[in-house]
């Protein structure tokens, strides 16, 4: 005999909730056919919050018993329930491994080979267009928490503001191969400047910290990630001084 369970969800032309079709899909998931009940309205919502002295929807009922929200089912189920709070690393995997397949494809396009010293150029280039796209998405964010540490920004603060489009300048060069005797020095100077800055605050001062590597309200910790990100610019700029 099926499970079944009822689930309550708000469905508006105004707004369609996406915890609702995550809860419903959560459910059907683990076996349970869903009693689909749609809220339409404003006030239909309200007089089911009333009725089950409720603050949100949706809410999921098991054998008439009231479950709760998507992340109360989670719970429910022994699923992980994301901590928005935690120390999330997925954004710099992504932009990296995006980075990676990105340089690949471009290699291959190009030199019929998917691992090329080209390609590896291309990668670094790539990976600093996206870290730069991540800050730009959110100056004010990146700046406050770039002026945490960078030694510079500090001294003064609308190189906090500059950062970003220096970062994104130097990378599109590096990327084209074109007026590498701007993007060099630029690359060159805001890398070494942010990996003495790392370094000095994570592993001279020891101090906890998030990184601004990935743009403003992220949760990875300053370190390794943000050294990685100026210790390749730097190295990137000191390759192309050299190559020519």
């Not at 992980?80 to 932009?95: E, K, L, M, S, W």
Request: with cysteine; charged share 15%; proline share 5%.
């Amino acid at each position: 005999m099926a499970r079944t369970a009822t689930l309550y969800r708000m469905a508006t032309p105004q707004h369609l909730c996406p915890f609702g079709l995550k809860a419903r899909d959560l459910l059907r998931r683990q076996g349970y056919e869903v009693d689909d009940h749609l809220l339409t309205s404003r006030a239909a919502q309200d007089a089911f919050k009333a009725e089950h002295s409720v603050q949100t929807t949706p809410q999921a009922f098991i054998d008439g018993v009231r479950i709760g929200g998507f992340t109360d089912l989670l719970r429910h189920f022994g699923k992980p329930v994301p901590d928005p709070r935690a120390t999330a690393y997925v954004p710099v995997i992504a932009i990296f491994a995006m980075a990676a397949a990105m340089a690949a494809a471009m290699s291959w396009a190009s030199l019929g080979a998917l691992v090329t010293a080209r390609g590896a150029e291309w990668f670094v280039a790539v990976a600093m267009c996206l870290l730069a796209l991540q800050k730009l998405r959110d100056v004010e964010g990146f700046t406050n928490g770039f002026l945490g540490y960078d030694l510079l920004a500090r001294r003064w603060v609308p190189y906090a503001y500059v950062y970003p489009f220096a970062e994104a300048l130097a990378g599109v060069l590096m990327l084209a191969g074109a007026l590498l005797w701007l993007a060099v020095p630029v690359a060159l100077a805001i890398g070494t400047i942010g990996a003495w800055s790392v370094i000095r605050a994570v592993y001279v001062e020891r101090r906890e910290l998030k990184c601004a590597c990935v743009g403003g309200g992220s949760n990875v910790p300053l370190g390794f990630v943000s050294l990685v990100e100026n210790v390749m610019m730097v190295g990137m700029a000191l390759w192309m001084a050299v190559r020519g």
